[in-house]
């Protein structure tokens, strides 16, 4: 069995039963190997989180991103749609892991981690959208004064919007379209 098919596995396992049923224990049985296999594929559950969530938001950032990024539209429209992907998909994730089935307070920084490297892979995507836009690039590094204050400001709203159950970027799309006139 491959860590691929681990991988899957997991996944099934933890949208069947939940994140909050998943011990190594379980898993095994699920994935029908040992402890000592996944122990030597993915160390402990928090690495586990963690690689599962760096996972997904990696196929978030697959191809279904990449044909809005080159679909040719302006700016700020690519970042709304962009928005509307990631909030869609963000919204199944969520189904399944939720801060209320974390438990321990161990628990819970092993998913606050795993949350953080998950924005910055974000951070690193909406970057790489506004590299692709040079005149609004500029207009924002005039206005902010450097790109990673601009980063931030986009990625906390993000976050802002989702936990607001927002379906597109409302005024804050519209305080980033004045900024880039």
């Given at each position: 069995?491959?860590?691929?098919?681990?991988?899957?596995?997991?996944?099934?396992?933890?949208?069947?039963?939940?994140?909050?049923?998943l011990?190594?224990?379980?898993?095994?049985?699920?994935?029908?190997?040992?402890?000592?296999?996944?122990?030597?594929?993915?160390g402990?559950?928090?690495?586990?989180?963690?690689?599962?969530?760096?996972?997904?938001?990696?196929?978030?950032?697959?191809?279904?991103?990449?044909?809005?990024?080159?679909?040719?539209?302006?700016?700020?429209?690519?970042?709304?749609?962009?928005?509307?992907?990631?909030?869609?998909?963000?919204?199944?994730?969520?189904?399944?892991?939720?801060?209320?089935?974390?438990?321990?307070?161990?628990?819970?920084?092993?998913?606050?981690?795993?949350?953080?490297?998950?924005m910055?892979?974000?951070?690193?995507?909406?970057?790489?959208?506004?590299?692709?836009?040079?005149?609004?690039?500029?207009?924002?590094?005039?206005?902010?004064?450097?790109?990673?204050?601009?980063?931030r400001?986009?990625?906390?709203?993000?976050?802002?919007?989702?936990?607001?159950?927002?379906?597109?970027?409302?005024?804050?799309?519209?305080?980033?379209?004045?900024?880039?006139?």
């Amino acid at each position: 069995m491959t860590e691929t098919d681990l991988f899957e596995r997991t996944m099934d396992f933890v949208e069947r039963y939940g994140y909050q049923s998943l011990t190594l224990r379980a898993l095994a049985e699920h994935a029908g190997v040992s402890v000592g296999t996944l122990y030597n594929y993915f160390g402990d559950k928090d690495s586990l989180l963690d690689r599962i969530m760096t996972a997904y938001w990696q196929d978030i950032f697959g191809s279904d991103y990449q044909i809005i990024v080159k679909a040719g539209m302006d700016y700020i429209s690519t970042l709304e749609k962009v928005y509307q992907h990631i909030n869609r998909r963000s919204r199944h994730f969520h189904k399944v892991f939720s801060l209320r089935d974390v438990g321990s307070l161990h628990k819970e920084m092993a998913f606050i981690q795993a949350k953080r490297n998950t924005m910055a892979l974000v951070q690193r995507k909406l970057d790489e959208i506004l590299d692709q836009f040079p005149n609004e690039k500029a207009k924002v590094l005039a206005a902010i004064g450097d790109e990673a204050g601009y980063s931030r400001l986009v990625v906390e709203n993000i976050e802002l919007l989702m936990r607001q159950n927002s379906h597109e970027l409302g005024t804050f799309g519209a305080l980033l379209r004045c900024l880039v006139k």
